[in-house]
């Protein structure tokens, strides 16, 4: 076994091709988030991205994203925006974990959105969480008829709102992808107003993660986008989402929606929107994302799991960082995990966000 460690930037074209291929052959690895454009332009962005190549007798074997910080502490490529995580590989390829560590000159990994099918980590879960989805294999009109049945109030809600939204605004209609960059840049302003109102971390204020999406936006083929959505009342966008997609499957990023028009659900419509006109695309499903929220529980159909967890070798940084992380999120795993306290943790935060708002 060789591993060998590069800059993405360093992929040619047979790297590329052997790592799409891996890809193409496994459904659960062909995601936007796993894509070699997704690494390479976060690489350009963030000095610290670094590819570990695994070869053995056959040839390349997997590849394994990471960014390499102080210590040699090791996270996920755009770590705290991925909502998948882990290594692009062939069937059947056995890896030491702590051995591939090391080759990447790594004291520990740490991840929230492991792929929990990536059996050379399975050893290191520390939990798993669902991620909603919503699948499409059947086709849109399939996918209704079923949230008619599981979820018949949100079904009528949503055809009522939409139908008021039409009367009173203008003629609703949806765009799956545009390349209008107005737009999205008006979108990247809702999202930031929802994380403070909410008392979220606002993402936006961090350049690199601004250019990261216009990056991404301009990015358009059939096996990788960066998919702007926009959900139009006339000539009114009263809703958008930003997230990624290959030829297969949409990963939901950033939704958000013109609060002037909170009362008519926009966020919901804009979910059945990209259903509708991605399943039309030949998706096959749309990856909601880990994390409690009503809406999603209302659009599913099914739910993935991820893993949290941390692989660690026996050197000084890794021990430091065991102290400065893994108590803090054990404590948050808990408040999320509990309905009551995550209720309470909520109201908190968009009390604080009202507070400074004043």
Request: hydrophobic fraction near 40%; aromatic fraction near 10%.
């Amino acid at each position: 076994m060789r591993i060998t460690v590069i800059h993405p930037r360093e992929l040619g074209e047979p790297e590329l091709a052997r790592w799409r291929k891996f890809q193409d052959a496994d459904p659960e690895q062909d995601n936007p988030f796993l894509c070699p454009e997704f690494v390479r332009t976060v690489g350009e962005l963030r000095p610290y991205v670094r590819v570990a190549v695994v070869e053995d007798g056959s040839g390349i074997g997997g590849f394994f994203p990471f960014e390499r910080h102080p210590l040699g502490i090791g996270r996920p490529v755009a770590a705290g925006l991925t909502d998948l995580q882990g290594m692009v590989y062939a069937a059947g390829l056995e890896l030491d974990a702590r051995g591939l560590l090391r080759a990447a000159g790594l004291s520990a990994w740490e991840f929230d959105h492991l792929h929990v099918g990536q059996p050379v980590f399975a050893p290191y879960h520390g939990s798993r969480h669902p991620s909603p989805v919503i699948d499409l294999d059947e086709g849109y009109e399939a996918y209704l008829a079923g949230l008619r049945r599981r979820s018949p109030t949100t079904h009528r809600m949503t055809r009522y709102k939409r139908n008021r939204l039409g009367r009173e605004v203008g003629e609703v209609r949806h765009v799956a992808e545009s390349g209008n960059t107005a737009a999205l840049h008006e979108l990247l302003k809702w999202k930031s107003a929802q994380y403070r109102r909410t008392g979220r971390t606002d993402r936006f204020a961090h350049p690199w993660i601004v250019e990261l999406v216009e990056r991404l936006h301009a990015l358009r083929t059939d096996r990788f986008a960066g998919s702007l959505s926009l959900l139009y009342a006339g000539d009114e966008v009263v809703a958008g989402h930003f997230g990624l997609r290959t030829g297969s499957q949409l990963c939901t990023w950033f939704p958000a929606y013109d609060v002037r028009f909170g009362k008519y659900s926009p966020g919901l419509l804009q979910h059945l929107g990209m259903a509708e006109d991605f399943a039309a695309m030949g998706l096959r499903h749309i990856d909601m994302g880990r994390g409690e929220k009503d809406y999603k529980e209302s659009l599913k159909t099914r739910d993935l799991e991820v893993a949290e967890g941390r692989v660690a070798r026996a050197t000084p940084g890794a021990a430091a960082h065991w102290l400065l992380r893994v108590p803090p999120r054990a404590l948050r795993n808990t408040v999320l995990a509990t309905p009551f306290l995550r209720d309470q943790a909520d109201r908190v935060l968009k009390g604080y966000a009202r507070l400074v708002r004043k």
